[in-house]
């Protein structure tokens, strides 16, 4: 799959990088999960074949600005608007996983006008705790980095895909390898998704597929408030999945996305 990579500098100084996959309209904009980059999605542009895709790195990850002066939700909605105005000249599908989910949620709320058809990958209207943040922070503060090579990380984090995706997207400098995002600046940009937003929810007008693993970070409780809470909201659960299924349920995650925004072209 060739990506044509581009940046774009918002407003408050901060540089956005993104990678435009060539393809049939309507364009696909994908967004990664906290502490990720759009790497770990390449599978999911390609489980698309034959649409155009915009894979973001969302401020403070990947090759994006790392330390950004603004964690706001206000900002990251801001970037994705940003990219969708510079590279589209019409609605597009968004998809987002974790964090990205919940800004692909409060981008379709913001600017319906931008947003045909809305993904969701293990979402909801926002919740956690400071403790959880700080707990966080405190994990990828204990990262002994640089670390000397990609072995080494392999070693220090585990063998699991999250691990594997956060070593695959290790930054090669003369020192070492080191994540390409900030501990203090994810523990600030979490810390704004945990404000609940069910009036932004609840306004989202795009038809929306929400996807939920078995073994994800949500109760069914959960889970089934905040689907009801959806104007036009459909379901999907996936088995031996976890947070970031996107990674360990692939191929059940690419054939939900898929069918579904498919279904929209053969409506």
Not at 2 to 10: M, P, Y
Not at 75 to 85: S, Y
Not at 107 to 114: E, F, G, S, T
Not at 256 to 266: G, I, K, N, P, Y
Request: proline residues 4%.
């Amino acid at each position: 799959m060739i990506q044509d990579h581009r940046t774009v500098r918002v407003e408050d100084g901060t540089t956005i990088a993104y990678s435009v996959v060539d393809g049939a309209e309507p364009t696909v904009v994908i967004l990664h999960g906290l502490a990720g980059s759009s790497r770990e999605l390449v599978p999911t542009a390609e489980a698309l074949s034959g649409r155009r895709v915009i894979l973001v790195d969302q401020r403070g990850h990947g090759l994006s600005t790392r330390v950004p002066a603004d964690t706001s939700r206000a900002a990251f909605v801001g970037d994705v608007v940003r990219v969708i105005e510079s590279e589209s000249s019409g609605p597009v599908d968004v998809v987002g996983q974790s964090m990205g989910a919940h800004t692909a949620m409060l981008v379709a709320a913001a600017r319906p006008d931008l947003v045909r058809r809305l993904v969701l990958l293990e979402c909801n209207e926002g919740g956690g705790s400071a403790d959880e943040s700080a707990d966080l922070g405190e994990y990828f503060r204990s990262w002994k980095v640089p670390f000397a090579g990609r072995d080494e990380a392999r070693a220090a984090l585990g063998d699991g895909p999250l691990a594997q995706a956060w070593v695959a997207d290790l930054d090669e400098r003369p020192d070492g390898l080191h994540p390409r995002f900030d501990p203090d600046v994810m523990v600030a940009s979490i810390r704004d998704v945990a404000v609940p937003r069910w009036e932004e929810w609840a306004s989202v007008v795009a038809p929306t597929l929400v996807v939920y693993a078995d073994g994800g970070m949500f109760s069914e409780e959960a889970k089934a408030r905040f689907v009801a809470h959806g104007r036009d909201a459909t379901r999907v659960d996936l088995v031996g999945a976890s947070h970031d299924a996107h990674l360990d349920a692939f191929e059940q995650w690419a054939a939900a996305l898929t069918d579904f925004v498919t279904s929209a072209e053969a409506s």
